[in-house]
């Protein structure tokens, strides 16, 4: 076990001083075992990568390794998942007056979806700028860029904000969340979907894990830490479930688990690889009703209630 690097002792989920080097060699698509670590807070059992990138180190990896190309394969899946949390997470009945958010939104399906339920309006923030114009040119609302520029222009509240893996990626966890409360209308909700650290399989499959992915996720949520930071940002816990993550992950898992780690380049797979996900992520559609890899948290601000 490796000394904590003092600089990052400090646990980035809630405060805490009690930060110890626990996973040494998780596995990830982006690094070779062993360059970066995982430290567990003992205060909030969150944990967070180290060393932490800096932001010029996490720049490049999103440019050069980070792709969403795989998610593409499992589209009718990101489709299938947007649905059930539309479910939950919009009222019954008629939403003809709600408006809906999805931070990171990607390539917009769970926009597509908010649409077909006839919401008000649904709107996008998604950083990254390749997806951001696929889903423009497809006539969806998708602001590219930040949550704080988002929110400086366009400042009208929303009745359901959405943020599908996207905490675990943010550098400045504060800001978001805050911005976000700001984001949510009186009476209405935020939507976190993230990794979930106290995941079964984690324990089962231990440093092959296939939700790591370090160092482009900074931060590994259990639902201890989950519910500190929102507390600590003037959200109030409403709902908490916990279900089985993208086949993706879960191929990639099993894969890992066997020492076959495929490279970053190995998302954009050929043909074959293609067919071959494909199949994979239609067998293990199940395991959304059997696993625990994802933690989904929704939260009301405090103050708006
Ligand atoms: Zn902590």
């Avoid at 982006?30 to 996490?58: H, K, N, V, W």
């Avoid at 609302?141 to 400042?155: L, S």
């Avoid at 507390?231 to 993208?246: L, M, T, Y």
């Avoid at 076959?260 to 293609?274: C, D, I, T, Y």
């Amino acid at each position: 076990m490796s000394a904590t690097n003092p600089a990052t002792a400090k646990c980035a989920l809630c405060g805490a001083s009690d930060v110890v080097d626990e996973i040494a060699r998780p596995a990830s698509t982006y690094a070779a075992r062993g360059t970066y670590r995982i430290g567990t807070c003992a205060a909030c059992g969150g944990g967070q990568t180290l060393p932490r990138p800096d932001e010029s180190e996490l720049e490049a990896f999103y440019a050069r390794d980070y792709k969403y190309d795989a998610h593409v394969l499992i589209a009718g899946e990101k489709r299938w998942r947007a649905r059930r949390i539309l479910e939950e997470a919009l009222p019954p009945g008629n939403v003809s007056s709600l408006r809906v958010l999805d931070l990171g939104c990607m390539y917009g399906y769970l926009l597509e979806e908010a649409r077909a339920r006839g919401v008000k309006e649904a709107v996008g923030v998604e950083l990254s700028p390749a997806p951001a114009k696929d889903a423009q040119a497809r006539g969806l609302d998708v602001f590219c860029g930040t949550i704080e520029a988002f929110a400086v222009n366009r400042p009208e509240p929303f009745d359901l904000v959405v943020a599908q893996h996207v905490l675990e990626h943010v550098s400045d966890l504060g800001s978001f969340l805050d911005t976000a409360n700001k984001l949510v209308a009186p009476g209405g909700q935020l939507c976190i979907c993230v990794p979930n650290f106290d995941a079964r399989a984690r324990r089962l499959f231990k440093e092959a894990w296939g939700w790591y992915q370090v160092p482009v996720h900074l931060h590994h949520f259990g639902m201890g830490a989950m519910s500190r930071l929102l507390g600590a940002h003037g959200f109030e816990v409403s709902k908490q479930i916990r279900r089985g993550g993208d086949s993706l992950f879960v191929l990639l898992t099993l894969l890992q688990s066997i020492g076959r780690a495929p490279s970053s380049e190995a998302l954009a797979p050929g043909f074959v690889g293609k067919a071959i996900v494909r199949t994979a992520s239609a067998m293990l559609r199940p395991y959304y009703f059997l696993g625990d890899d994802e933690l989904v948290v929704m939260a009301r601000p405090s103050h708006k209630a």
